[in-house]
């Protein structure tokens, strides 16, 4: 079945470590997109892609970074820099980058908290 | 400043019934408005897109209608039943900002037998 997968399902991130998120996909989607949701808000969205080797921040990028060398492969990166990581982590793609007329297919989250 | 509600409350609706979701939104000019249903732990999972320039949009129980003047769209699920329990989000999409969806909080809706 196509789909995303994101892992690992929890991760837990000591203080002054960078960890990785991994998403994955075989949609053969070009768009792919990071979004942080903390309890009782929306989806915000970190980053996005919209073709191999190219990203672009979204509304808070600060504290994470992102690469996009294949297609099926977005990883993110919560680096130490992110002082407020603990949130629920969506990884999502659709065929094309946007505009809103296409829907967009979610993995099903990775729960990262601090120890 | 620019903003995307639903109501915050849980919404509880007696099996059967017609259960209906609003989104309101304040100084964004969507072009598209989409619905995706979201279960405790999991991503959400697309539901339905409607565009501007449509008022109307079914998919078998589900309907939902997109009034640009109101600046409001409501999402009905019709003879509710509790496998339909799970939070719904809305998320709108303008011309302007062309990779962007802007997703709304969510509405809880627990469906009771």
């Known amino acids: 079945d196509g789909g995303i997968t994101q892992s690992p399902k929890y991760l837990f991130r000591k203080e002054g470590q960078n960890v990785t998120l991994s998403c994955e996909q075989n949609?053969?989607?070009?768009?792919m997109y990071w979004y942080r949701q903390d309890p009782g808000q929306g989806l915000r969205l970190i980053y996005y892609s919209q073709i191999v080797n190219d990203f672009q921040k979204g509304d808070i990028a600060e504290g994470y970074s992102v690469s996009r060398e294949k297609k099926e492969s977005f990883p993110l990166t919560v680096t130490s820099a992110q002082k407020n990581p603990t949130a629920f982590y969506l990884c999502?793609?659709?065929?094309?980058?946007?505009?809103?007329?296409?829907?967009?297919?979610f993995g099903d989250g990775t729960r990262l908290s601090i120890l | 400043s620019q903003k995307i509600e639903q109501n915050s409350e849980a919404l509880n609706i007696q099996e059967g019934k017609t259960a209906t979701l609003t989104c309101n939104y304040t100084?964004?000019?969507?072009?598209?408005l989409q619905w995706y249903r979201q279960d405790p732990g999991r991503g959400p999972v697309f539901l339905l897109l409607?565009?501007?320039?449509?008022k109307e949009k079914r998919k078998e129980r589900l309907k939902v209608t997109f009034d640009t003047t109101l600046k409001q769209s409501l999402f009905h699920i019709t003879a509710s039943q509790p496998a339909d329990s799970a939070t719904y989000l809305c998320a709108l999409a303008e011309v302007s900002s062309a990779s962007k969806i802007i997703f709304g909080s969510g509405t809880r809706l627990s469906i009771r037998p």
């Open positions: 999502a793609s659709s065929t094309t980058s946007g505009v809103g007329n296409q829907p967009q297919h």
């Open positions: 949609l053969n989607h070009d768009a």
């Open positions: 100084n964004y000019s969507p072009a598209y």
């Open positions: 409607i565009r501007e320039n449509e």
